[in-house]
T-cell receptor, first 112, second 112 residues
Framework: AQKVTQAQTEISVVEKEDVTLDCVYETRDTTYYLFWYKQPPSGELVFLIRRNSFDEQNEISGRYSWNFQKSTSSFNFTITASQVVDSAVYFCALTGAQKLVFGQGTRLTINP | DGGITQSPKYLFRKEGQNVTLSCEQNLNHDAMYWYRQDPGQGLRLIYYSQIVNDFQKGDIAEGYSVSREKKESFPLTVTSAQKNPTAFYLC???????????FGQGTRLTVV
């Protein structure tokens, strides 16, 4: 069965601090895809990144970076020099066997 | 503009009544999904469909029903059998399992 675990329910940091959101997944599929989404207060989910199971290269996009480690089944997300606008709920997700499964989400609060 | 539309944004229902939530997409996506989100909780999969006239139960399908008569439409009916229907409902669509899902703005259902 597919499962995504985001152990950090809430994180609160002061602006400009770096913060890492953890994501651990379980799947029996050899081919799968991992995603991160952001949910601002408006409620609509916004896509951030996609990674397939054969590509373990880390990725950086501006202040955002992702670390995919297949050996530990983890796909962590780091925000560098956080800003108040980064405050949101962040979800990690996994596809395989035609299902898209989400973790519980991490509520990130960036304080000025 | 291409996108996914959920309506209504807010919905109130009396106990014992069935209610249908609308989800329409013009992205020509094959896959569509329904999720439920409770306060402070993650997204739980209710139903999903990979093709017209076919759909599968997710993790919490009891008390819900769906149809997929058209590619563009995937309505969700919350029946009176759903014991705790008050929640935020999100609809999503994707082209294939390896592409990101696009989400609607959600419907907040309240049972009064």
């Amino acid at each position: 069965a597919q499962k995504v675990t985001q152990a950090q329910t809430e994180i609160s940091v002061v602006e400009k601090e770096d913060v890492t959101l953890d994501c651990v997944y379980e799947t029996r599929d050899t081919t799968y895809y991992l995603f991160w989404y952001k949910q601002p207060p408006s409620g609509e989910l916004v896509f951030l990144i996609r990674r397939n199971s054969f590509d373990e290269q880390n990725e950086i996009s501006g202040r955002y970076s992702w670390n995919f480690q297949k050996s530990t089944s983890s796909f962590n997300f780091t925000i560098t020099a956080s800003q108040v606008v980064d405050s949101a709920v962040y979800f990690c997700a996994l596809t395989g066997a035609q299902k898209l499964v989400f973790g519980q989400g991490t509520r990130l609060t960036i304080n000025p | 503009d291409g996108g996914i539309t959920q309506s209504p944004k807010y919905l109130f229902r009396k106990e014992g009544q069935n209610v249908t939530l609308s989800c329409e997409q013009n992205l020509n996506h094959d896959a569509m999904y329904w999720y439920r989100q409770d306060p402070g909780q993650g997204l739980r999969l209710i139903y999903y469909s990979q093709i017209v006239n076919d759909f599968q139960k997710g993790d919490i399908a009891e008390g819900y029903s769906v149809s997929r008569e058209k590619k563009e439409s995937f309505p969700l009916t919350v029946t009176s059998a759903q014991k705790n229907p008050t929640a935020f409902y999100l609809c999503a669509s994707s082209g294939t399992e390896n592409t990101e899902a696009f989400f609607g703005q959600g419907t907040r259902l309240t049972v009064v």
